[in-house]
Nanobody, 125 residues
Framework: QVQLVESGGGLVQSGGSLRLSCAASGLTFSTYAMGWFRQAPGKERELVAAISWSGGRETYYADSVKGRFTISRDNRKNTVYLQMNSLEPEDTAAYYC?????????????????WGQGTQVTVSS
């Protein structure tokens, strides 16, 4: 059975950094594109960053996080990361990782096959 388990969330001050991890099991990790989404209360789930399958040569970033967030993957560890720097209160949300088989950098939630349970990120001003 496929499992995606996020970790690394927490409370941080504005301007701080966090590194989220998503450990995958039960799937051939290298064949899946991976995405990080976030959802704040009362708002729709939005794609933050995505990385293509295999070597992850292609990446996507939402305009709001470009230059601050970096997505990466380690296929040996079946893990995808989201390095978040210069965090702002507007980044406060639950963050979810998701997997899409043989995807490029899919931007729409329905394109993803599997989802994690999420990890909360709270940025105080």
């Amino acid at each position: 059975q496929v499992q995606l388990v996020e970790s690394g969330g927490g409370l941080v001050q504005s301007g701080g950094s966090l590194r989220l991890s998503c450990a995958a099991s039960g799937l051939t990790f290298s064949t899946y594109a991976m995405g990080w989404f976030r959802q704040a209360p009362g708002k729709e789930r939005e794609l933050v960053a995505a990385i293509s399958w295999s070597g992850g040569r292609e990446t996507y970033y939402a305009d709001s996080v470009k230059g601050r967030f970096t997505i990466s993957r380690d296929n040996r560890k079946n893990t995808v990361y989201l390095q978040m720097n210069s965090l702002e209160p507007e980044d406060t949300a639950a963050y979810y990782c998701a997997a899409d088989r043989y995807g490029n950098t899919p931007e729409s939630p329905p394109e993803y096959d599997y989802w994690g349970q999420g990890t909360q990120v709270t940025v105080s001003s």
